[in-house]
T-cell receptor, first 113, second 114 residues
Framework: GENVEQHPSTLSVQEGDSAVIKCTYS??????FPWYKQELGKRPQLIID?????GEKKDQRIAVTLNKTAKHFSLHITETQPEDSAVYFC????????????FGRGTSLIVHP | DVKVTQSSRYLVKRTGEKVFLECVQD?????MFWYRQDPGLGLRLIYF???????EKGDIPEGYSVSREKKERFSLILESASTNQTSMYLC?????????????FGPGTRLTVL
C-alpha cells in the first residue's frame, strides 16, 4: 500500500518568514495530493491540492509543488502570519473509484508574531 | 456548503461499555470514513464505506465495527471500549465516483475511556 512520510513534525518561524513542509510517497500510481490545515480545536480543511498532471499550483500565499520522478511534493507558505499556525497534513491517493487517501503524520507550524 | 456533523463533541465511557459514534453528511456523498487522530500519529483510517451497506477495513479496524444503513449516516461502534481507544475520532465524507476527491471532515468526537 501507499506510505506517506511528512517532515518536519514541528516547524517554528517568525512572522513574515516562509515555511516549507515536505512529503514523500511510495506508490507511483498515486495521482492526487491534497493538503489539509487543522487549526487548534477545529476540523481539518482542504487548503490546496495538486494532481499529477501539474507540477505546481498557487493560491495567494500558498503553493504546492510536485516532483513525480522523485515522488515528493511540498507545501510552501510565504509571508507567514500568526493565523497560519496550525497542523498541516499532506495526503496521497489514486483519484476515482473507492478513493482512500493515505495521510502523513502532520506538521505543527508555529508562527511567532 | 458541505456539512458533516458528529453526534457528540465529547464523550466519557467506562471500560467494557458499548459505544456508538454517529456521523451524518448532508451532501449525498458516496464515500464516508472514520479516522482516529492521536498526537504524532496523524490520521489513521479505521473503516470506510463507498456505498450503503458496504464497508471496508482501514489500517486499524481491530476493536471497531461500522454500520451504514442510509447513505447520509455512518456509525462507528466500539463493541467493548478499552482505555487504549481513548482518542479523537474524526468522520469524513467525499463525493466519490472520481468527480472530486476532497474530504470534508466532521468536528470530531473526543472519547475518553476510563
Amino acid at each position: 500500500g501507499e506510505n506517506v512520510e511528512q517532515h518536519p513534525s514541528t516547524l517554528s518561524v517568525q512572522e513574515g518568514d516562509s515555511a516549507v513542509i515536505k512529503c514523500t510517497y511510495s506508490d507511483s500510481a498515486s495521482n492526487y495530493f491534497p493538503w489539509y490545515k487543522q487549526e487548534l480545536g477545529k476540523r481539518p480543511q482542504l487548503i490546496i491540492d495538486i494532481r499529477s498532471n501539474v507540477g505546481e499550483k498557487k493560491d495567494q500565499r500558498i503553493a504546492v509543488t510536485l516532483n513525480k520522478t522523485a515522488k515528493h511534493f511540498s507545501l510552501h507558505i510565504t509571508e507567514t502570519q500568526p493565523e497560519d499556525s496550525a497542523v498541516y497534513f499532506c495526503a496521497a491517493s489514486q483519484s476515482g473509484g473507492s478513493y482512500i487517501p493515505t495521510f502523513g503524520r502532520g506538521t505543527s507550524l508555529i508562527v511567532h508574531p | 456548503d458541505v456539512k458533516v456533523t458528529q453526534s457528540s463533541r465529547y464523550l466519557v465511557k467506562r471500560t467494557g461499555e458499548k459505544v456508538f459514534l454517529e456521523c451524518v453528511q448532508d451532501m449525498d456523498h458516496e464515500n464516508m470514513f472514520w479516522y482516529r487522530q492521536d498526537p504524532g500519529l496523524g490520521l489513521r483510517l479505521i473503516y470506510f464505506s463507498y456505498d450503503v451497506k458496504m464497508k471496508e477495513k482501514g489500517d486499524i479496524p481491530e476493536g471497531y465495527s461500522v454500520s451504514r444503513e442510509k447513505k447520509e449516516r455512518f456509525s462507528l461502534i466500539l463493541e467493548s471500549a478499552s482505555t487504549n481507544q481513548t482518542s479523537m475520532y474524526l468522520c469524513a465524507s467525499s463525493l466519490g465516483g472520481g468527480a472530486t476527491d476532497t474530504q470534508y471532515f466532521g468536528p470530531g468526537t473526543r472519547l475518553t475511556v476510563l
